[in-house]
C-alpha cells in the first residue's frame, strides 16, 4: 500500500510566522503535489514536482513555496503565514509507471492562523 | 484545459435507499475520470476510475458510475446506502500527461438519514 504522511494533522500558528508543512511517501513517486481545500471551493493546486528539485506553480501559488531535495519529501512553506491562508492542506502523489493519474492522499493538516 | 462540474454540493438520502451524485466535465482532449471519497478527519481515498473501456466502471463499497461521452458525464450511483458512506465525494479529470495534475469538482457531501 502505498503510504503518504503529513507530519502535522493540526497545527496553530500566529500571522507572521514561517510554516514548514511536511509530506514524506515510501513508494519511490515521481510526482507530489499540495492542494487546500476549502469548504464549496473544493481541492485547488499550490504546486506540484515531478522530479527532485523540479518544481511547477500550480492554481494558487501566491504566498506559498516548495521545496523538494529528496524524492520522498516534498515541502510546503508559507513564507509569513496570513488568517486567509488558514485551511486544510493536502499531500499527493503519483507515478506514471503503474496506473495513470492516480493519485495518493495523505490524511491532511488542518492549520489555523491567528 | 479541463473543466468538472459537480451539480450538487449536498445530497441527503435515507439509508438503504439509491443514490446518484452527478457530474459533469469539459475538456477538447480525451480524458480520464475519477471518482474520490474523503471520510471526516480523512484525506481522500479513490472509489473508481475510467481510464478507457468498458463505459461502466465499477469501484470499491458497492459504488459505480458509467461515462457517458456524449453527455460528457460520469455519474456516481450506489443501488442502497449504508450510514457508512457519509462522506464527502469529489469527481475529477485528467488528460494524459506528463505531470498527472487532475482537476477536481467542489465536492458533493452525502447525508445519510436514519
Known amino acids: 500500500d502505498v503510504k503518504v504522511t503529513q507530519s502535522s494533522r493540526y497545527l496553530v500558528k500566529r500571522t507572521g510566522e514561517k510554516v514548514f508543512l511536511e509530506c514524506v511517501q515510501d513508494?519511490?513517486?515521481?510526482?507530489m503535489f499540495w492542494y487546500r481545500q476549502d469548504p464549496g471551493l473544493g481541492l485547488r493546486l499550490i504546486y506540484f514536482?515531478?522530479?527532485?528539485?523540479?518544481?511547477e506553480k500550480g492554481d494558487i501559488p501566491e504566498g506559498y513555496s516548495v521545496s523538494r531535495e529528496k524524492k520522498e519529501r516534498f515541502s510546503l512553506i508559507l513564507e509569513s503565514a496570513s488568517t486567509n491562508q488558514t485551511s486544510m492542506y493536502l499531500c499527493?502523489?503519483?507515478?506514471?509507471?503503474?496506473?495513470?493519474?492516480?493519485?495518493?492522499f495523505g490524511a491532511g493538516t488542518r492549520l489555523s492562523v491567528l | 484545459a479541463q473543466s468538472v462540474t459537480q451539480l450538487d454540493s449536498q445530497v441527503p438520502v435515507f439509508e438503504e435507499a439509491p443514490v446518484e451524485l452527478r457530474c459533469n466535465y469539459s475538456?477538447?482532449?480525451?480524458?480520464?475520470l475519477f471518482w474520490y471519497v474523503q471520510y471526516p478527519n480523512q484525506g481522500l481515498q479513490l472509489l473508481l476510475k475510467?481510464?478507457?473501456?468498458?463505459?461502466l466502471v465499477k469501484g470499491i463499497n458497492g459504488f459505480e458510475a458509467e461515462f457517458n461521452k456524449s453527455q460528457t458525464s460520469f455519474h456516481l450511483r450506489k443501488p442502497s446506502v449504508h450510514i457508512s458512506d457519509t462522506a464527502e465525494y469529489f469527481c475529477?479529470?485528467?488528460?494524459?500527461?506528463?505531470?498527472?495534475?487532475?482537476?477536481f469538482g467542489k465536492g458533493t457531501r452525502l447525508h445519510i438519514l436514519p
Open positions: 499527493a502523489t503519483s507515478t506514471l509507471r503503474l496506473a495513470k493519474n492516480i493519485q495518493y
Open positions: 513508494m519511490d513517486h515521481e510526482n
Open positions: 514536482s515531478y522530479d527532485v528539485k523540479m518544481k
Open positions: 475538456s477538447s482532449v480525451s480524458v480520464y
Open positions: 475510467y481510464l478507457s473501456g468498458s463505459t
Open positions: 475529477a479529470v485528467s488528460a494524459p500527461s506528463r505531470d498527472d495534475k487532475i482537476i
